[in-house]
């Protein structure tokens, strides 16, 4: 079962301005062939279809934990994409849409995204194909999962530079800068499972790509902190095997800041999750947006 927090994994900053073009980049790392729906969806069915869990123990710990830090990095794609998704135009309540107010919204590379989700995150990639379970490898075969996790994780890490490459936004850098330090630790970690169970270090083969992280500013705090030597098991006692491959005799890889790889019971501080202010143009919230401010405030007072 799973247990849902109101924060976020990584703090993002407010866009400077709206840019639906760059929420557009950012739907690749959510619906892409490499993006988090991808990896959420292999881990997620991975773990629950795995074989023999009290003798692969370790193994299966492993899967789940990175399995629930990727229901969380959905999530925070998904809020960096809505929150540069809004288009031009008042976002006052009494808008007047009889003057196109998002007209410039016609030459966005995903309209779909305003016209029909209202300027929210789906999962589809950037031109708007839809993400599907071809994507999901979960063939019963722990070698074999484990090898193909490693290579998503690395497609993954290219994916992600990639598209950080596009952006000038810093809401988007910094959702592309905290996956890649933590898809680093997962590539790492899939390799040590492979070097436990076959004895070949796959571990040498990082980093690949050969992204260098301290070239990039948005990886620095999470560098400093200690994230790429941190596996989180984002649970309360459980999972805790998982420290039989994830092994504090480990070291952080070369490049990184130095240490040993350590397992956390539970879950990043994370950062608060950002309000995004309704958009009045695109009717959302609609349809009378006082009043059911007004009845949340009393429903709000009464759960507190």
């Known amino acids: 079962m799973f247990m849902k927090l109101d924060r976020l994994q990584a703090e993002l900053p407010q866009p400077k301005k709206p840019d639906p073009n760059a929420a557009a980049a950012l739907q690749e790392l959510l619906g892409g062939k490499y993006g988090e729906m991808s990896?959420?969806?292999?881990?997620?069915?991975?773990?629950?279809?795995?074989?023999?869990?009290?003798?692969?123990?370790?193994?299966?710990?492993?899967?789940?934990?990175?399995?629930?830090?990727?229901?969380?990095?959905?999530?925070?794609?998904?809020?960096?994409?809505?929150?540069?998704?809004?288009?031009?135009?008042?976002d006052t309540p009494d808008v007047d849409v009889s003057k196109a107010p998002f007209h410039e919204m016609q030459d966005i590379r995903l309209a779909g995204s305003f016209l029909s989700n209202g300027g929210g995150a789906t999962p589809i990639n950037s031109n708007a194909q839809s993400w599907n379970v071809d994507m999901v490898t979960t063939t019963g075969n722990i070698i074999v999962d484990l090898l193909h996790n490693f290579h998503l994780e690395c497609g993954a890490r290219l994916h992600k530079l990639r598209v950080y490459e596009t952006l000038k936004d810093p809401t988007g850098r910094e959702?592309?800068?905290?996956?890649?330090?933590?898809?680093?630790?997962?590539?790492?970690?899939?390799?040590?499972?492979?070097?436990?169970?076959?004895?070949?270090?796959?571990?040498?083969?990082?980093?690949?790509?050969?992204?260098?992280?301290?070239?990039?500013?948005?990886?620095?705090?999470?560098?400093?902190?200690?994230?790429?030597?941190?596996?989180?098991?984002?649970?309360?006692?459980?999972?805790?095997?998982?420290?039989?491959?994830?092994?504090?005799?480990?070291?952080?890889?070369?490049?990184?800041?130095?240490?040993n790889l350590e397992v956390v019971d539970g879950m990043p501080e994370g950062g608060k999750i950002p309000e995004l202010d309704g958009n009045y143009g695109a009717f959302a919230p609609n349809y009378a947006p006082e009043e059911i401010f007004e009845i949340a405030s009393k429903l709000y007072k009464k759960g507190r």
């Not at 292999?42 to 795995?50: I, K, L, P």
């Not at 590539?187 to 040590?192: F, G």
Request: with cysteine; hydrophobic share 35%.
């Open 39 to 90: 990896t959420l969806g292999n881990y997620m069915f991975q773990s629950f279809n795995f074989r023999n869990k009290s003798k692969l123990r370790p193994f299966y710990s492993l899967v789940s934990s990175i399995f629930a830090e990727e229901l969380g990095h959905v999530e925070l794609v998904s809020t960096g994409i809505a929150m540069l998704n809004n288009g031009p135009g008042d």
């Open 175 to 259: 959702v592309c800068g905290y996956l890649l330090v933590r898809g680093s630790v997962h590539a790492h970690a899939y390799a040590l499972a492979l070097k436990k169970l076959t004895g070949v270090e796959i571990e040498k083969m990082l980093p690949t790509p050969n992204i260098v992280l301290d070239k990039i500013p948005e990886c620095q705090k999470y560098l400093q902190e200690g994230s790429h030597r941190r596996l989180y098991l984002f649970s309360q006692g459980d999972y805790q095997e998982a420290a039989g491959v994830w092994s504090n005799d480990e070291v952080a890889l070369p490049g990184d800041p130095p240490g």
